[in-house]
């Protein structure tokens, strides 16, 4: 009997992680699906039943050095390999930098860039030994500067750095590295932030572009006009599945579209005349 490979994925209370974790199992996968608080893994509980799969349901806080190295040696006792590594965990935020506090800035780098680069440290040992799959899901906006998201986009745009220098070293070794990039998901990632960083803005000079931004961004992520988690996680399953992964795979049409944009840009006025619409009052 052929022992299924091991996925580690985290972020999965919500979202596109709790999606890829259901996928992922459906697919062959013996998920270990990690999350910050496991108060919170009822649903995903839930959801796998429903899907008739498993899941392993573990603690991590990519931003905790301890709860890093607890997991993975859980892993390799528990399981003796790994196969893939899915960092999905990331965290949103909006404002821009005269109105921040550095801390904030900080804290958004902690998450979505240094949280990535720890937890790839600590696994590439066990990814090596299986000549396994990296993969990351970045955004479009790792590709795309967008208006009022500065922190988040560097720190996205760290990311596809890292990973694009990494993959060929990697590779050496027979590891895998591919980067995701979704584009408006309707999730609860960015509908959360958005009070916060309207009332940071209230009686500054940016008080309307981040009206006006914000009311963009509603309507993209209306589940009307957004991409289902689902479906984001599809896209990410084909890329852990493919028999040779691309290095940079978008999970939609429209996130091929924008970044494209970008990828062509040379002079970047392309990309600067389309997101200057966004915080322009009506």
């Given at each position: 009997?052929?022992?299924?490979?091991?996925?580690?994925?985290t972020?999965?209370?919500?979202?596109?992680?709790?999606?890829?974790?259901?996928?992922?199992a459906?697919?062959?996968?013996?998920?270990?699906?990690?999350?910050?608080?496991?108060g919170?893994?009822?649903?995903?509980?839930?959801?796998?039943?429903?899907?008739?799969?498993?899941?392993d349901i573990?603690?991590?806080d990519v931003?905790?050095?301890?709860?890093?190295?607890?997991?993975?040696?859980?892993?390799r006792?528990?399981?003796g390999?790994?196969d893939?590594?899915?960092?999905n965990?990331?965290?949103?935020?909006?404002?821009?930098i005269?109105?921040?506090?550095?801390?904030?800035?900080?804290?958004?780098?902690?998450?979505?860039?240094?949280?990535?680069v720890?937890?790839t440290?600590?696994?590439?040992?066990?990814?090596?030994?299986?000549?396994?799959?990296?993969?990351?899901?970045?955004?479009?906006?790792?590709?795309?500067?967008?208006?009022?998201?500065?922190?988040?986009?560097?720190?996205?745009?760290?990311?596809?750095?890292?990973?694009?220098?990494?993959?060929?070293?990697?590779?050496?070794?027979?590891?895998?590295?591919?980067?995701?990039?979704?584009?408006?998901?309707?999730?609860?990632?960015?509908?959360?932030?958005?009070?916060?960083?309207?009332?940071?803005?209230?009686?500054?000079p940016?008080?309307?572009?981040?009206?006006?931004?914000?009311a963009?961004?509603?309507?993209?992520?209306?589940?009307?006009?957004?991409?289902?988690?689902?479906?984001?996680?599809?896209?990410?399953?084909?890329?852990?599945?493919?028999a040779?992964?691309p290095?940079?795979?978008?999970?939609?049409?429209a996130?091929?579209?924008?970044?494209?944009?970008?990828?062509a840009?040379?002079?970047g006025?392309?990309?600067?005349?389309?997101t200057?619409?966004?915080?322009?009052?009506?």
């Amino acid at each position: 009997m052929t022992t299924p490979p091991v996925l580690l994925i985290t972020g999965t209370s919500s979202g596109i992680g709790f999606s890829s974790a259901i996928a992922a199992a459906r697919a062959g996968f013996r998920v270990v699906a990690t999350m910050r608080d496991p108060g919170r893994s009822g649903a995903l509980d839930e959801a796998a039943a429903r899907a008739g799969v498993d899941v392993d349901i573990r603690q991590l806080d990519v931003t905790v050095p301890e709860s890093i190295s607890s997991c993975v040696a859980y892993i390799r006792e528990t399981y003796g390999r790994l196969d893939a590594l899915l960092n999905n965990a990331g965290a949103g935020h909006v404002g821009t930098i005269e109105l921040e506090d550095l801390a904030d800035v900080r804290a958004v780098f902690e998450v979505n860039f240094f949280g990535v680069v720890a937890l790839t440290q600590a696994v590439l040992p066990l990814l090596r030994e299986s000549r396994g799959r990296l993969v990351t899901v970045s955004s479009v906006g790792g590709v795309v500067g967008q208006p009022f998201n500065e922190a988040y986009c560097a720190a996205k745009f760290a990311v596809e750095g890292f990973m694009e220098s990494l993959a060929p070293v990697a590779a050496t070794q027979g590891v895998r590295v591919s980067v995701v990039e979704p584009a408006a998901v309707a999730t609860e990632f960015v509908p959360n932030i958005g009070l916060d960083a309207l009332q940071s803005a209230a009686g500054t000079p940016y008080a309307d572009a981040m009206s006006a931004y914000l009311a963009r961004t509603a309507t993209s992520f209306d589940p009307a006009n957004a991409q289902t988690p689902d479906s984001a996680a599809e896209a990410i399953v084909a890329v852990l599945t493919a028999a040779e992964p691309p290095a940079r795979a978008q999970t939609s049409d429209a996130a091929r579209r924008f970044a494209g944009m970008k990828l062509a840009d040379l002079d970047g006025s392309a990309v600067t005349s389309v997101t200057a619409t966004w915080v322009a009052s009506a």
